[in-house]
């Protein structure tokens, strides 16, 4: 790999990349790159939703708010792995993980109302589903008339 700010040596990052600072780091910096052939999983169920939306103009501070209502609400699902947002310019992205299909099910119909809220606030740009197979055909039904993309598992590290 050749990126000028990274430098590898056996396994182990170094930044910045420039002789001198490469020199004074020669101790392993904390990051480690994952070995190839890493263990990795094919039994995970884990599904991931990225929902992207744009706030109409004047509305990204009623949407921020909005936000705060949508992870409160999402708290105390059992099934929730990670649930935030995040914002770039006038965008904002949910990044959120369910334990399986079911669990990711379960969550939509918790903010459902939130969503109809968020809706008249933004337009949602583009809506991913992303996991294995048998947990995104769970989905696919009870969603069919969602606008969305979904991402079949192919290979990945679990640890």
């Not at 949407?63 to 992870?71: N, Q």
Request: hydrophobic letters at 40%; one cysteine or more.
């Amino acid at each position: 790999m050749d990126v000028p700010w990274l430098r590898i040596r056996n396994g182990t990052a170094f930044f910045p990349a420039d002789p001198e600072s490469v020199r004074l780091l020669e101790r392993p910096h904390p990051f480690k790159l994952p070995q190839r052939n890493s263990p990795m999983s094919s039994t995970s169920k884990l599904v991931s939703i990225h929902p992207y939306f744009r706030p109409h103009p004047g509305n990204l501070d009623a949407f921020k708010a909005l936000a705060h209502r949508f992870v409160e609400q999402t708290s105390s699902e059992p099934g929730a792995v990670y649930y935030e947002f995040t914002i770039n310019g006038g965008d904002v992205f949910c990044r959120e993980a369910y334990v399986n299909g079911e669990a990711a099910l379960a969550h939509l119909d918790n903010v459902a109302a939130l969503l109809a809220e968020a809706l008249t606030l933004a337009e949602l740009v583009r809506l991913e589903f992303h996991g294995p197979a048998s947990e995104l055909d769970k989905l696919r039904g009870p969603l069919s008339a969602l606008n969305a993309h979904w991402f079949v598992w192919e290979c990945g590290i679990n640890r």
